[in-house]
């Protein structure tokens, strides 16, 4: 169907009144959950729902891009940007649902939109109370940097790597991630640069060291096993990244890492994710003849993979070497 035989949105009469206002939201909803894409209504169904001007009408924009995508309605794809241009009036989308939606939605049909991918880059909207302000738009922020990888624009690593440096943790994963995806090993060097300027919060750092291992796994193997050293968060993430990453031959320098003070929570669960038989000994006898806290911390990480039944055993023939009744029937528990 063309653009121009498209039927005009209907005008919710009464949208004074929230209960009428309230009621007609409904019926969109419910017309969008029961959206048969065999109809050759639902396009016109979801193009109505998209422009939708009551109060709350983020919540039937978010139903409406979920059924696009769900379906594949790829003809609607003007409607949706059109309506990301509309949700970025003020209060017209809380928490930025809406506009989220949409732009996961252009994504996953891979169809390029400046309007959205671009003023996405910089979309601000603050929201809470004054004493606890969250920009809501950041994971917007984002999503956006990554389409710009995934959608293979040429300036995607300048754009990742000014993200990199956004204010919000939302928007600097999203970076993250979109330079990990980006292919290029001459991106290792923005990730490096952003893991040895300073600490940051754990998921940055984890995606971060990701893009590492996916871009150029023999580098990152030696860049994680001298981050190490760090006494920090990044120190942290490079265990954790070498353990999930399976690198065993830092078995050793994970086990000794371990060993130091205040490392032991997150050493134990970085030879846990190693998943090697060293890793695993090591993590036993920690339970056997370690302090209460590290055999706690041992048998936690342990329990990970509990669903394993060797893994499940190892953590109760651990237990019961503990002379402490109730820490070796808590310890013992968490195989179950």
Known sequence: ???????????????????????????????????????????????RALVVKAPHASVVVVAAAKAVEEHGLQAVTP????????????????????????????????????????????????????????DAAAQIRGACAQAHVHLMRADALDVCAEMLADSEV???????????????????????YKLVLAPDDGEVLAACFDGLFALHRESAIDFARRMLARPDPRGDAAALALGSHRVFEATAELIAWCAQPMRSSVG????????????NAALADAIRTGSATKARDAAEALATFKHEPAIAELIVAAAKSIKDKQLRDELGALAR
């Open 79 to 134: 409607e949706l940007v059109e309506a990301f241009t509309q949700l970025c009036e003020p209060k017209r989308d809380p928490g930025c649902r809406g506009r989220a939606a949409i732009v996961h939605a252009l994504h996953a049909f891979e169809h390029w939109a400046p309007e959205v991918f671009e003023v996405g880059l910089t979309l601000i909207q603050l929201e809470g109370d004054p004493s606890e302000r969250y």
């Open 170 to 192: 939302a928007a600097r994963l999203g970076a993250a991630r979109g330079i990990a995806d980006c292919g290029r090993l001459d991106a290792t060097a923005v990730l490096r």
């Open 268 to 279: 134990s669960l970085a030879l846990a994710l190693l998943r090697s038989d060293a890793g």
């Open 1 to 47: 169907m063309a653009r121009g035989s498209i039927k005009p949105a209907p005008r919710f009469r009464g949208a004074a009144s929230p209960g009428k206002a309230g009621l007609a939201i409904e019926l969109v909803l419910a017309q969008l959950r029961r959206l048969d894409p065999a109809d050759p209504a639902a396009l016109d169904i979801v193009r």
